[in-house]
T-cell receptor, first 114, second 113 residues
Framework: NAGVTQTPKFQVLKTGQSMTLQCAQD?????MSWYRQDPGMGLRLIHY???????DQGEVPNGYNVSRSTTEDFPLRLLSAAPSQTSVYFC?????????????FGNGTRLTVT | GDSVTQMEGPVTLSEEAFLTINCTYT??????LFWYVQYPGEGLQLLLK?????DKGSNKGFEATYRKETTSFHLEKGSVQVSDSAVYFC????????????FGDGTTLTVKP
């Protein structure tokens, strides 16, 4: 019953450092996505993917890269961390082909950039 | 573009009170509508959904009806419990927008004994 697994749960970075947030799902979902959650701003879509080898930008993609080499994994890379990237990051997945499929979320990664 | 507007919070209620959290949406297509709930320290999880006009989604005593004429999907519960304290998000999935989901800002509910 793993579902969507995110690692790490917490991370502190210094400005300019790089890191990768990991996301893996075991439900064979084609669609995977990354959101950031900030107080009073709900969830904002960073990047998403509708299948292996396919990625696209969401609402707030700047400063983040993604790749999708397998169906299961969808890592999010911060190339040069900035304090504005302090946030809680959620990975979510769902099946495609039916628009009423709900998203399945991981438990989040809380990132602090100093 | 798509958007979801939720009733601003936080909302504080006494146990057994009636709950309404308002949600209205704008979409270019004919979206599916969802309510998600987030408990402290966890990710969001689906509470209920509705996929077409006049559909009623329900789960754990919560209900919401898809109203196309008013573009609304208000969440209701007749008698809240302390365990319902959480953040509630209204969301839509637009089939004309690559199935991407758009979320409201969330409403924090606190239920006091």
């Amino acid at each position: 019953n793993a579902g969507v697994t995110q690692t790490p749960k917490f991370q502190v970075l210094k400005t300019g450092q790089s890191m990768t947030l990991q996301c893996a799902q075991d439900m064979n979902h084609e669609y995977m996505s990354w959101y950031r959650q900030d107080p009073g701003m709900g969830l904002r879509l960073i990047h998403y993917s509708v299948g292996a080898g396919i990625t696209d930008q969401g609402e707030v993609p700047n400063g983040y890269n993604v790749s999708r080499s397998t169906t299961e994994d969808f890592p999010l890379r911060l190339l040069s961390a900035a304090p504005s990237q302090t946030s809680v990051y959620f990975c979510a997945s769902k099946t495609v082909g039916t628009e009423n499929s709900p998203l399945h979320f991981g438990n989040g990664t809380r990132l602090t950039v100093t | 573009g798509d958007s979801v507007t939720q009733m601003e919070g936080p909302v504080t209620l006494s146990e057994e009170a009636f709950l309404t959290i308002n949600c209205t949406y704008t979409a270019t297509g004919y979206p599916s509508l969802f309510w998600y709930v987030q408990y402290p320290g966890e990710g969001l999880q689906l509470l209920l959904k509705a996929t077409k006009a006049d559909d009623k989604g329900s789960n754990k005593g919560f209900e919401a009806t898809y109203r196309k004429e008013t573009t609304s999907f208000h969440l209701e519960k007749g008698s809240v419990q302390v365990s319902d304290s959480a953040v509630y998000f209204c969301a839509l999935s637009d089939p004309t927008n690559a199935g991407k989901s758009t979320f409201g800002d969330g409403t924090t509910l606190t239920v006091k004994p």
